[in-house]
């Protein structure tokens, strides 16, 4: 088992900057990576991001070179730097950890954090 505790959503205005954290605890040898979902009521999640253990990242195109994410190793903490902000970045935020069981993979979710950008 693996838990996940997001920390640093609220609220911005437009042109601002914001860093999400989140914090794995429990089986974090399991994982292969970290990432962020975000969803807008009504709407599917879209994926934001996500860093592998080995350190290789991916971005959702449309925030390529707004948002960076990062880790802390010893922490087992990602960061999600976003710079930049739009109000359509308004969103809850999910962190996530990959894991496999068995062949197939399993993603834990943390709880959520409520992102809201003002123009």
């Known amino acids: 088992q693996v838990e996940l505790v997001e920390s640093g959503g609220g609220s911005v205005q437009a042109g601002g900057s914001m860093r999400l954290s989140c914090t794995a605890s429990?089986?974090?040898?399991?994982?292969?990576?970290l990432g962020w979902y975000r969803q807008v009521p009504g709407n599917s999640g879209d994926l934001v991001a996500y860093i592998t253990t080995g350190g290789s990242t991916y971005y959702a195109d449309s925030l390529k070179g707004r948002f960076t994410i990062s880790r802390d190793t010893a922490k087992n903490t990602t960061y999600l730097q976003m710079n930049g902000l739009k109000p359509e970045d308004t969103a809850v935020y999910y962190c996530y950890g990959l894991t496999l069981l068995g062949l197939k993979e399993y993603r834990y979710w943390g709880q959520g954090t409520q992102v809201t950008v003002s123009s």
């Open positions: 429990g089986n974090t040898a399991s994982l292969k990576a």
